[in-house]
């Protein structure tokens, strides 16, 4: 006759009890989204259309801490400050940052805020600087040095010559994504890259210490670099040999995107390319130029990218 064995039994139970507590709050964590402490509106642009040198308006501060935080106005103050080092007036610095601006999106270059200037700085886009790193000048002279369209880090940073099999895993995921389908965008954004390049890439082991991590944040993360809610900021990344890739996760991210979502894709493309030492081009059909409007998708590297990502690693 069988019988159970009480205390064996409980001590069981209990046993897979705990195994599968410890599975949901692995679950948890890869799908939590952090609410964003950190938010700034573009609805400021609305009111400067056409605003030129010698005028004043609250909405320019906004659009100093807007050129300042992607490079192209030295203020000598973080966008996310507050705004002791800004006024509201329309010098002679901002114009030339404008000039910058207007040059690098191949804009008609009149240091005004015209209308296409408006509409390009309402496209969402990366957050990592366009490389420009203005100083305030009263000089005209602001021609770039760029190599064709791509650009590089500073000192063109890049992975030492001994580091060209590169793994990488994942951080939290974002709720509204699964992790299926942010590996599956990041593999095939990988294979892309390493097709035109010396670079392997591979997932690492479950607990491996990997060369890359990609994860999903919000708001200020502890990076630097805090994301500002969605429709904006949509990811960054850092230079060689950092290896943080951080995707917004107030974004709605998606692999088949309808307007109001952004293709994980398209993004980890461009951002990998930040992750092995290239900057943003002037190039509109680069991967990595620095927006993206919602609904799209950009899966190819372009010529401008192979042609930078081979100029960088030949030196």
């Known amino acids: 006759m069988f019988r159970f064995n009480l205390p064996h039994l409980f001590a069981a139970n209990f046993l897979l009890f705990l195994v599968i507590l410890q599975c949901s709050v692995v679950v948890l964590v890869q799908s939590r989204s952090l609410k964003p402490k950190y938010q700034q509106s573009t609805n400021f642009l609305e009111n400067l259309e056409g605003i030129q040198k010698g005028q004043t308006n609250k909405g320019l501060i906004q659009l100093k801490q807007y050129l300042n935080k992607f490079g192209y106005l030295n203020t000598g103050d973080d966008s996310s400050a507050s705004n002791t080092n800004l006024t509201d ?8 940052a404008i000039k910058h601006y207007q040059q690098f999106n191949n804009l008609d ?49 890049k992975w030492q010559p ?61 990076d630097g670099r805090p994301f500002d ?56 059909n680069a991967i990595m130029v620095s927006g993206i409007e919602s609904g799209a998708i950009r899966r190819n590297l372009g010529q401008d990218d192979i042609n930078g990502i081979r100029a960088l690693y030949s030196t």
């Open 162 to 222: 001994s580091n060209t099999r590169l793994t990488y895993s994942f951080g939290p995921v974002s709720q509204n994504v699964g992790i299926d389908q942010v590996r599956s965008a990041c593999a095939s954004a990988f294979q892309k890259w390493a097709a035109v390049s010396q670079f392997t890439f591979e997932e690492g082991s479950e607990g491996q210490q990997t060369n890359i991590v990609i994860g999903f944040y919000s708001g200020d993360h502890g």
């Open 89 to 96: 007036e329309f010098d002679e610095n901002l114009e030339l």
């Open 109 to 157: 270059v009149s240091g005004k805020l015209d209308a296409n200037t408006i509409k390009q700085m309402l496209i969402p886009r990366c957050g990592v600087p366009d490389m420009i790193n203005q100083s305030p000048s009263n000089s005209d002279n602001f021609t770039m040095i760029v190599a064709s369209h791509f650009t590089f880090f500073p000192n063109m940073q």
């Open 229 to 284: 809610g969605p429709g904006r900021i949509l990811a960054h990344a850092f230079a060689p040999e950092n290896g943080n890739f951080h995707y917004d996760a107030d974004e709605n991210w998606s692999n088949n995107p309808v307007q109001g979502q952004f293709d994980l894709e398209s993004l980890a493309l461009h951002e990998i390319g930040h992750l092995l030492g290239l900057g943003h081009s002037q190039d509109p």
